[in-house]
């Protein structure tokens, strides 16, 4: 068994400016399975950079509200939303509300420096 915890994980900036706690990464570690976890937070007012991964990807919204953006679409999401995200698709994330947007981004297979174009 193994459990993370989140505090445990260390914090820093991604290529889109969010910032990131990575709790699993199957491209770091031996594990038996293909995927990426991290925690996200954009802070009120601000957005990520428009950036295009060459794998799939998901949020889910955790705490907050903000504007998603997809090769030229964009929603508002909330508490509850889950985002899917198409290999190659340029996207982004904004903030709208006056607390963080707080969500977790599902990488399958698992995120990795070289499959992200900013």
Known sequence: MRIRRLAECPEF?????????????????????RYSIAR??????????????????????LRGAGRMHIDGESAPVEIGCFVEIPPM?????ENTGSEDLTFLCIVDPAW????ELV
Not at 13 to 33: M, V
Not at 40 to 61: D, F, M, Q
């Open 40 to 61: 996200a937070l954009v802070r009120p007012g601000t957005k990520t950079a428009p950036h295009r991964l060459k794998t799939s990807e998901a949020y889910y919204i």
């Open 112 to 115: 990795c420096t070289d499959d």
């Open 89 to 93: 698709a340029e996207q982004w994330i």
């Open 13 to 33: 900036i991604g290529g889109d400016d969010s910032i990131l706690r990575e709790l699993a990464n199957a491209a770091t570690e031996e594990r038996g399975f």
